[in-house]
């Protein structure tokens, strides 16, 4: 079965610490990897993109790194900040049964607090 | 401004009304999508449309009917339904439906059902 495991399910760090948010994925055959931030209340947010030859992805103080050999993907929050608090959702994506399919994980809930 | 506006952002309807929740995009994309999003639980995809035609349809209980008069507007009309529909519906956008693009989501409309 095709699935999108995320850990930790919620995180609680201090204002201006860094954080890293765990995918771990097994889609297969894999197209791309999108790490999405949904605040409460709001549809999801692209963060990045990552193709299989991809190994890392900066987006300002997000940093998804890729290993497609274990099929593991994180997401670096560096010098977090109050705005950071949302659902950081992973999204695996490729052709599956003959369709193209996006599995989505059930989120990290992160909570940065002053 | 996420270029994908959904209206009403909250809708409350007894399980014998008929309702309908509106996706307008404007970002000149080619697909259009509808997704639930319950607490706790992954994005599911309920519908897709490419070019104003359906082309996915995800096992969705016939109380919802979607509707796609053009490439720029969705709908998803409702009726009889039950307490566990209740959720958060998301329209979403891409260049091309199938495809690495970027998806691009609405603010969510808040269903609840009572």
């Known amino acids: 079965k095709n699935q999108v495991e995320q850990s930790p399910q919620s995180l609680i760090i201090l204002e201006g610490k860094n954080c890293t948010l765990q995918?771990?994925?097994?889609?297969?055959?894999?197209?791309?990897l999108r790490w999405y931030k949904q605040d409460t209340g709001r549809g999801p947010v692209s963060l990045t993109i990552?193709?299989?030859?991809?190994n890392t992805k900066s987006n300002g103080r997000y940093t998804a790194t890729l290993d497609a050999d274990t099929k593991q993907s994180s997401l670096h929050i560096t010098a977090s900040q109050l705005s950071d608090s949302a659902s950081y959702i992973c999204?695996?994506?490729?052709?599956?049964?003959?369709?193209?399919?996006?599995?989505f994980g059930s989120g990290t809930r992160l909570l940065v607090r002053p | 401004e996420t270029g994908v506006t959904q209206t009403p952002r909250h809708l409350v309807m007894g399980m014998t009304n008929k309702k309908s929740l509106k996706c307008e995009q404007h970002?000149?994309?080619?697909?259009m999508y509808w997704y639930k999003q319950s607490a706790k639980k992954p994005l599911e995809l309920m519908f897709v449309?490419?070019?104003?035609?359906?082309?996915e349809n995800n096992s969705v209980p016939s109380r919802f009917s979607p509707e796609c008069p053009n490439s720029s507007h969705l709908f998803l009309h409702l009726h009889t339904l039950q307490p566990e529909d209740s959720a958060l519906y998301l329209c979403?956008?891409?260049?091309?439906?199938?495809?690495?693009?970027?998806?691009?989501f609405g603010e969510g409309s808040w269903l609840t059902v009572v």
């Open positions: 995918c771990n994925y097994t889609v297969s055959p894999f197209s791309n």
């Open positions: 979403a956008s891409s260049q091309v439906a199938f495809s690495g693009n970027t998806i691009y």
């Open positions: 449309y490419s070019l104003e035609e359906r082309v």
């Open positions: 990552m193709t299989f030859s991809e």
């Open positions: 970002l000149g994309h080619n697909a």
């Open positions: 999204v695996v994506s490729g052709w599956m049964d003959s369709s193209y399919k996006l599995i």
